[in-house]
């Protein structure tokens, strides 16, 4: 069995749906994903679907790049983290890829969400690009690594995975690592220790091959998966099981 350790299934290419979504999880054994928010106006969305399938769980947080609507605070984030079907803080992070002139904004954004996941005891979930000095930096100064969390659609260098991992986060693989191209994330996707490697498919984005440039979803995991076992020199069955049981240890207040 896998897990989709990371979709936003909640997205209107994906939510009409979910009822062959959940079908097609089945067929491809994955029997678990976790819905994650990206702002607090659909967060009841993403509740929702966690309280409708009890495979799926949901997390509770606002995007780097979300602008406008509700600003998240510390304690707005730890109540809405309170309900049980929530088993993770983010997605959060620094993105100054498409908003550099926001980093100021971002970061103090960042800090509130380490601060709710330490207050909670819930782990962090963490979105990084071109950003990854300061989104380490402020790890650090937060004291994330009190939680610990994951890097979740991981894209860095093995010296900001190995910083990462030092800090009890795991790293976590979306389709990307499929991609031909994608040499130098296929070396980290073997370095990974064991105990601290997850996969995703950050759906309705970055399908795997063979379904690149298609709206993802959560049964492309298998794929990622897949390649993962090839780089690693693994079975699938093996992946499958080390993976799921980083998950469940990672996010405790998760139902296996």
Not at 10 to 31: K, S, T, Y
Not at 188 to 201: I, K, M
């Amino acid at each position: 069995m896998l897990v989709d350790s990371h979709c936003h299934i909640d997205f209107p290419e994906l939510l009409p749906r979910m009822d062959e979504i959940a079908a097609n999880m089945r067929a491809q054994r994955v029997g678990h994903a976790l819905c994650v928010s990206v702002n607090l106006e659909d967060f009841p969305r993403v509740l929702s679907l966690s309280e409708r399938f009890s495979n799926v769980y949901a997390s509770v947080g606002v995007h780097p790049d979300h602008e406008g609507g509700e600003e998240p605070t510390e304690a707005r984030l730890v109540e809405l983290a309170s309900h049980p079907r929530v088993v993770a803080v983010g997605e959060t992070g620094l993105d100054y890829y498409r908003h550099p002139e926001l980093a100021s904004v971002q970061q103090a954004r960042f800090r509130e969400h380490i601060r709710a996941a330490r207050h909670t005891g819930k782990p962090l979930i963490i979105h990084t690009r071109e950003a990854a000095e300061d989104t380490l930096r402020l790890m650090r100064e937060e004291s994330a690594a009190e939680v610990g969390g994951v890097m979740h659609c991981f894209t860095e260098s093995w010296e900001v995975a190995e910083a990462a991992i030092a800090m009890n986060f795991h790293v976590s693989f979306s389709g990307i690592v499929t991609f031909k191209n994608a040499v130098a994330l296929k070396d980290v996707a073997r370095r990974v220790p064991s105990d601290r490697l997850l996969v995703e498919t950050d759906s309705p984005y970055l399908a795997p091959v063979p379904h690149r440039g298609k709206v993802n979803e959560p049964a492309f995991v298998r794929h990622v998966a897949e390649e993962i076992g090839r780089l690693r020199g693994l079975e699938i069955e093996e992946v499958e099981r080390m993976t799921t049981e980083n998950f469940f240890r990672l996010f405790r207040a998760a139902a296996p």
